[in-house]
């Protein structure tokens, strides 16, 4: 695969955030009588908004922020358990060293998404896109277009990284290349992507006259 930039989502794709991420939600969803495996069947790789809706489809915008506020306080302060999954580090490592760009592009908030890309040891990202900076979350296209915007990059000359079906199908929508890391085998539209993948580790990136080249580890 050649490109000329990356785009990578963080929670399931840089860092495991999982456990932190169903503390949350698990506790929200106790506090508000709904069972917590349908929650936990929802939120994945779309904002915490977007979930709040769903299931509160009765309350007003008020109720909708102060619900959000209460659950990014808690997601942003609970870091346990939070780490850099394999490759990752090592692979923006890598397209640093190679003056490669790449931008992390979250469903996440500031303060949660910094939070957890700290906890990670992440290097920072020049371009940063977060839930505040578009209308439109995941599944639709909007935060990979702008993340590719903020490169300064085509979409299709862009590589989406993702694990959760939303941002499969936001990268695709986006008209992006895109690489599934540990995606749901039943994720829609996964015989569309480029690559799948288990692991980071099983990717090589390498400069060219053009950008770069994603190669297969043997």
């Excluded at 599934?180 to 799948?196: F, G, H, M």
């Amino acid at each position: 695969m050649e490109c000329k930039g990356f785009l990578f989502d963080l929670d399931g794709t840089l860092v495991d955030s999982l456990p932190a991420v169903e503390r949350a939600w698990i506790g929200w969803a106790q506090g508000h009588g709904i069972e917590p495996s349908e929650v936990l069947d929802f939120i994945h790789g779309k904002q915490a908004i977007t979930s709040l809706r769903h299931f509160m489809p009765g309350a007003s915008d008020a109720e909708l922020q102060a619900e959000f506020l209460a659950l990014e306080h808690i997601e942003a302060n609970d870091t346990d358990g939070v780490s850099a999954l394999p490759g990752a580090v090592s692979l923006l490592e890598r397209l640093n060293s190679l003056s490669i760009p790449w931008a992390i592009v979250t469903s996440g908030s500031v303060p949660v998404a910094s939070a957890r890309r700290a906890a990670g040891h992440l290097p920072a990202p020049e371009v940063f896109i977060t839930c505040e900076q578009v209308k439109h979350g995941k599944p639709q296209p909007d935060a990979y277009l702008l993340g590719a915007e903020r490169l300064g990059l085509a979409p299709a000359d862009c590589i989406v990284v993702e694990d959760a079906p939303a941002g499969i199908l936001s990268g695709l929508a986006a008209g992006c290349k895109v690489i599934a890391v540990n995606a749901p085998a039943d994720t829609p539209k996964l015989e569309q992507v480029d690559l799948v993948l288990n692991s980071l580790e099983q990717i090589v990136v390498e400069a060219t006259a053009k950008g770069a080249v994603v190669r297969l580890l043997d």
